[in-house]
């Protein structure tokens, strides 16, 4: 089973908040992102994406910080959506050295800035505020390790599209992983730009 080959602290983690056993998606999605695979994994709500991105982040880190420049990004759609996941993030990693920031939309991009270098491991953005961040060099992107995209559908936005093609030619040697609820073609076509020989995971 996927989470008997976590992390134990994750493992640790993930009894104290009950989760009893993985989730069919988790089941085929965890083992393959362990490998390193850039990967598009579809399932419907509810079918424990956002968790299987914790857990994986986690794993990928493991579990401990590690330098100031971030070695995980996750971009969102919008701000409710950032500060939402930064909060999920927290139930896992509270009893961890991993630091979590969100790029809070409300802030000045300086502070933003400056709270960035003072140390981060996962970094939960929108595409807009991590492209400004790339323009003001407020974020080092050279030890990134994962890039995921939680709810990726907001992806056929052509100005988001925009943004986050600018923002991974900034990215070398990266993981990427999106999770969204559908494929469609936009978001597949993004195999041509920086998910290279992607796989699929794919739950009904």
């Known amino acids: 089973m996927p989470f008997k080959k976590l992390d134990a602290?994750?493992?640790?983690?993930?009894?104290?908040?009950?989760?009893?056993?993985?989730?069919?998606?988790?089941?085929?999605s965890i083992p393959v992102i362990k490998s390193g695979k850039n990967l598009f994994c579809t399932a419907p709500t509810n079918s424990g994406k956002t968790t299987g991105l914790i857990?994986?982040?986690?794993?990928?880190?493991?579990?401990?910080?590690?330098g100031t420049a971030p070695r995980a990004t996750v971009f969102v759609e919008n701000n409710e959506k950032a500060l939402e996941l930064y909060n999920n993030f927290l139930k896992f990693t509270?009893?961890?050295s991993l630091r979590v920031y969100v790029c809070d939309e409300r802030e000045h991009i300086d502070l933003l800035k400056?709270?960035?270098?003072?140390?981060?491991?996962?970094?939960?953005t929108t595409p807009k505020t991590m492209n400004k961040l790339l323009l003001l060099e407020g974020v080092n992107t050279?030890?990134?390790?994962?890039?995921?995209?939680?709810?990726?559908e907001f992806l056929t936005n052509k100005s988001v599209i925009a943004d986050v093609l600018s923002a991974t030619q900034s990215i070398h040697k990266c993981q990427y992983i999106i999770y969204l609820e559908k494929m469609n073609v936009t978001i597949q076509n993004l195999e041509s730009y920086f998910m290279h020989y992607a796989g699929n995971v794919i739950v009904k």
């Open 9 to 28: 602290i994750i493992k640790q983690k993930l009894s104290e908040l009950e989760f009893d056993a993985p989730t069919p998606f988790q089941i085929k």
């Open 55 to 66: 857990l994986t982040t986690m794993q990928k880190l493991k579990c401990k910080e590690v």
């Open 94 to 96: 509270k009893s961890t």
């Open 114 to 124: 400056s709270e960035i270098f003072e140390g981060v491991d996962i970094l939960i």
């Open 142 to 152: 050279t030890q990134l390790k994962i890039v995921s995209f939680d709810d990726a």
